[in-house]
T-cell receptor, first 109, second 114 residues
Framework: QQQVKQSPQSLIVQKGGISIINCAYE??????FPWYQQFPGKGPALLIA?????SEKKEGRFTISFNKSAKQFSLHIMDSQPGDSATYFC????????FGKGTRLHILP | EAGVTQSPTHLIKTRGQQATLRCSPISGHTSVYWYQQALGLGLQFLLWYDEGEERNRGNFPPRFSGRQFPNYSSELNVNALELEDSALYLCASNPSSGSYNEQFFGPGTRLTVL
């Protein structure tokens, strides 16, 4: 019940395409859902986050879609660029972030 | 504003030894979190300290312990090191107790156990 399941494990997208990463959770007590971006050799950096009372949040090319009834949320990266190539983690909070296992995204130039 | 800092960057130990990892939070942040990032396992929550107290711990054995100092910096100790403890250990901080939002991560300490 504490898990956050993330898919896919890896993703290859052409430059300019849309990258979509999905996460699902079970615990309805989670109240904050961030996405983190991690480059090799660096710690994760907060990218965008959403609360369950909102169905969508957009910041630049990054959008979170949240489906409370399905207990799913997803990250969409529009106009994907080679600089977006990184590992992305979804997470949910309950006294410490519970992370998904990550998606390694590679954008082809 | 300086970010979260961690030391050392790399640490090599042998099985059975003890490791001490250090973290300095962003100025003004009182909460410090520790995570383990092992290959293929994602990030696992280890410990949460706030105002000098341990507030919560993840599903790790007692040989993982730590403390938070009056200046809010923190130390993670791993006793009786095992090979599977090899991982990147990440520290994160945020401004206030009870708020799990917007955790800011340091670059991590890469621990290798031989």
């Amino acid at each position: 019940q504490q898990q956050v399941k993330q898919s896919p494990q890896s993703l290859i997208v052409q430059k300019g395409g849309i990258s979509i990463i999905n996460c699902a959770y079970e615990n309805t007590a989670f109240d904050y859902f961030p996405w983190y971006q991690q480059f090799p050799g660096k710690g994760p950096a907060l990218l965008i986050a959403i609360r369950p009372d909102v169905s969508e949040k957009k910041e630049g090319r990054f959008t979170i879609s949240f489906n409370k009834s399905a207990k799913q949320f997803s990250l969409h990266i529009m106009d994907s660029q080679p600089g977006d190539s990184a590992t992305y983690f979804c997470a949910a909070t309950i006294q410490g972030l519970i992370f998904g296992k990550g998606t390694r995204l590679h954008i082809l130039p | 504003e300086a970010g979260v800092t961690q030391s050392p960057t790399h640490l090599i130990k042998t099985r059975g030894q003890q490791a001490t990892l250090r973290c300095s939070p962003i100025s003004g942040h009182t909460s410090v979190y520790w995570y383990q990032q092992a290959l293929g396992l994602g990030l696992q929550f280890l410990l949460w300290y706030d105002e000098g107290e341990e507030r919560n711990r993840g599903n790790f054995p007692p040989r993982f312990s730590g403390r938070q100092f009056p200046n809010y910096s923190s130390e993670l100790n791993v006793n009786a090191l095992e090979l599977e403890d090899s991982a990147l250990y990440l520290c994160a901080s945020n401004p206030s107790s009870g708020s799990y939002n917007e955790q800011f991560f340091g670059p991590g300490t890469r621990l290798t156990v031989l």
